[in-house]
């Protein structure tokens, strides 16, 4: 399964971008988006740039991305979890 993740493009070249998340940088397509600029927030999909964020929708996506991570990985106290009674899906409740 794939999934989307909000980055920062650091650099763009010929061929394409590098987009920073989490101190990881990766390459990605301009394919779809071409007038990207170092600086932007963007969305990555399978490895191509899908769309320019404001940069306090990346924070929230992040930070989303983070709780179903910490989730996951069953750390409900990182995840900013309350009890809302047992298999309430309570982080990602909006």
Do not use: H, K, N, Y
């Not at 989307?4 to 987009?19: H, K, Y």
């Not at 600086?39 to 999909?45: I, L, N, P, R």
């Amino acid at each position: 399964m794939c999934i989307a993740f909000p980055g920062r493009v650091v650099a763009i070249d010929a061929v394409g971008a590098v987009v920073e998340t989490e101190g990881r940088r990766r390459r990605a397509s301009t394919l779809l988006l071409t007038d990207v600029a170092v600086g932007d927030w963007v969305t990555v999909a399978a490895g191509t740039i899908v769309e320019r964020l404001e940069p306090d929708q990346a924070e929230e996506i992040q930070d989303v991305l983070r709780a179903a991570i910490a989730l996951e990985m069953g750390d409900r106290s990182a995840a900013g979890a309350t009890d809302q009674g047992e298999g309430a899906p309570d982080v990602l409740a909006f």
